[in-house]
Antibody
């Protein structure tokens, strides 16, 4: 059964940094694009970023461009989200999710999601 | 960016009811639309992709339709497990975008 396990969340002050990780198992991690999606407390889903299967292409939502960096290490089956200059509005649960099919296309539905890791940005 | 608008935002229904949720895109997305169900405290689950294709393992009471800018998710007979929040998502282009969600509550 496909598993995605996020870690790295916590409570941090505005302006600081945090790095999230997501380890995938029971699927060919290096063949799939991977995404980060977040959810503010009591709010809806917001797509954050995607990275192609080989790491060559990355896309971000406007609100995190220049502050967040998505990356991956296929040798470790691990996805990362480096979050810098954090703001209070970045608070929420961060989910990693897998693209539904293999290949270079980044615009795909998300068929497996992790349980999420909570990031709280507060002074 | 493509904006996705869902209606209603909240829906009250009973077990066994037929339920329909609407999702509108700000521009044509062909059939590049997915639907997800999110139960409280859990991650979302993919229900429908390509507007009308049922994801493996998803009960057949779920169905999707539409193309272009208007889409619907229908639950033919609401079950206790279906009281949750539903989201549409376009994947026609980056950035991917979700609708605001429809919460299905017990009447």
């Amino acid at each position: 059964q496909v598993q995605l396990v996020e870690s790295g969340g916590g409570v941090v002050q505005p302006g600081t940094s945090l790095r999230l990780s997501c380890v995938g198992s029971e699927f060919s991690f290096s063949s799939y694009g991977m995404h980060w999606v977040r959810q503010a407390p009591g709010k809806g889903l917001e797509w954050v970023a995607v990275i192609s299967y080989d790491g060559s292409n990355k896309y971000y939502t406007d609100s995190v461009k220049g502050r967040f960096t998505i990356s991956r290490d296929n040798s470790k089956n691990t996805l990362y989200l480096q979050m810098n200059s954090l703001r209070t509005e970045d608070t929420g649960i961060y989910y990693c999710a897998k693209s539904r099919i293999t290949g270079p296309v980044s615009t795909l539905p998300l068929d497996y999601w992790g349980h999420g890791t909570l990031v709280t940005v507060s002074s | 960016d493509i904006q996705m608008t869902q209606s209603p935002s909240t829906l009250s229904a009973s077990v066994g009811d037929r339920v329909t949720i609407t999702c509108r895109a700000s521009q044509s997305i062909s059939t590049w639309l997915a639907w997800y169900r999110q139960k409280p405290g859990k991650a979302p689950n993919l229900l429908i992709y390509k507007a009308s294709s049922l994801e493996s393992g998803v009960p057949s009471r779920f169905s999707g339709s539409g193309s272009g800018t208007e889409f619907t998710l229908t639950i033919s007979s609401l079950q206790p497990d279906d009281f949750a929040t539903y989201y549409c998502q376009q994947y026609n282009s980056n950035p991917l975008t979700f609708g605001g969600g429809t919460k299905v509550e017990i009447k």
